[in-house]
């Protein structure tokens, strides 16, 4: 834009902003009192869902594991077991496995499974010049990560009360890594946007135990006043996340561990012992809830979880997390969930749960000022 444009547009927008000739800066601030921004509502109704889906979240009460065994002669790297926040922890947790496998010395590596903890894996081996061969059972778009909503919030990934200093120190080292890793990638490309999320409830709001531990990454974190927010809740916590849409998300990094050389090769693996028929001598095993069956992991357990989506809205540009809701506007439409069923293996939508979500949606919204 040419300098006198840019100059035109600033005195306009200054006019626009419609600030009294009074108003002032604090001082040392370069903030200006700022007015509440116009929310835009989400029309919930039943003609507007376009489908519903569900997922079985991979939780270990005690938290994700990143270890090493060995099998034989087979190196293996766990990695899995990260409950509601593989999106968030993949790339964290991935460099913290991929460092436990560049020490063995070896440069050809399988990676079993090919959902966002797999692939985040790959692409951090091949960045270090390592040659991957992808094993997955399933892959994009038929992985649990594609169901996932992709709010980056390291939560709901493990039992508040089974936490230790060091599971403490490993989440957030994973939290932090991973935050950066997402903000290094192209955004728009890769279906990652900053959004600001309302956190809401008529209770007086706690904060989440695991924000507590990394909260320099929930920027602009502050409880709003009654009159800050448009929401029909008597308390409300405004933060803001990135947002990664699994669709656009897992698609742009298969086609990137492709470009960069990965074989991959559907197989499922039915045994442990089976990855000493592998030709590659160290295995990251990226396998999510299916660890439980193929390492015989007796804590891992799966979390149902639900999500029915309404036709797209582009003009909603915010998260809401209620009690036992959540609404994300994604591209794909606009989801609602809100739903963990512990030990719930069933994949059917539970229809008593759809209208739950449908009903505390439609209340909220349409108690929006
Ligand atoms: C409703 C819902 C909402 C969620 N929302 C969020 C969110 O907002 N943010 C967030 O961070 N997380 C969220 N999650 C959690 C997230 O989806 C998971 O933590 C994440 O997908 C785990 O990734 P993964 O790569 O470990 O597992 P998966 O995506 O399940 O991938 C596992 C891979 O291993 C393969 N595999 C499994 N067993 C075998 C075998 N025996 N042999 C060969 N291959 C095998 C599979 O085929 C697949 O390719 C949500 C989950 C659900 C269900």
């Not at 009159?227 to 656009?248: V, W």
Request: charged share 25%; with cysteine.
């Amino acid at each position: 834009m040419p300098r006198r444009a840019i100059l035109k547009a600033a005195g306009l927008a200054a006019l626009g902003a419609g600030l009294p000739a009074c108003a002032s800066r604090r001082p040392g601030s370069l903030v200006w009192p700022e007015p509440p921004r116009r929310l835009a509502r989400v029309h919930v109704s039943e003609d507007r869902i376009i489908r519903t889906v569900v997922g079985l979240r991979p939780f270990r009460p005690s938290g994700f594991v990143v270890r090493t065994e060995k099998i034989g002669d087979t190196t293996v790297v766990h990695n899995y077991g990260h409950g509601g926040g593989g999106i968030t922890l993949s790339w964290g947790t991935s460099e913290l496995a991929v460092e436990e496998a560049w020490k063995t010395g070896q440069r050809r590596f399988a990676v079993l499974g090919c959902g966002a903890v797999g692939l985040a894996s790959a692409r951090l081996l091949q960045q270090r010049g390592g040659e991957v061969t992808i094993y997955a059972k399933d892959l994009p778009p038929r992985t649990t990560s594609n169901i996932a909503g992709g709010q980056w919030s390291p939560t709901s990934v493990m039992d508040g009360d089974r936490r230790t200093a060091e599971s403490d120190a490993l989440l957030a080292r994973a939290a932090r890594l991973s935050h950066r890793s997402f903000q290094q990638l192209p955004a728009a490309e890769f279906g990652i946007r900053w959004l600001e999320n309302y956190v809401l409830s008529d209770e007086p709001l706690q904060e989440w135990w695991e924000q507590s531990l990394v909260r320099d990454l929930y920027p602009e974190s502050r409880e709003l006043r009654r009159h800050e927010h448009p929401f029909p809740a008597r308390y409300a916590r405004r933060f803001t996340t990135m947002l990664i849409e699994p669709p656009i998300y897992l698609s742009a990094m298969l086609r990137d561990v492709r470009l960069a050389g990965a074989r991959i090769v559907v197989r499922e693996l039915s045994r442990r012992e089976q990855v000493q028929e592998l030709p590659e001598p160290v295995v990251v095993n990226c396998t999510g809830l299916g660890a439980k069956a193929l390492f015989a992991d007796e804590e891992l357990r799966p979390v149902k979880g639900q999500l029915t989506f309404l036709l797209p809205q582009a003009e909603v540009d915010y998260i809401v997390i209620g009690d036992g809701l959540y609404m994300f506007p994604r591209r794909d439409g606009i989801l609602l969930g809100g739903t963990f069923e512990h030990d719930v293996w069933s994949l059917d939508v539970n229809e008593e749960a759809r209208r739950r979500i449908m009903a505390g949606h439609r209340a909220l919204f349409e108690g929006m000022r």
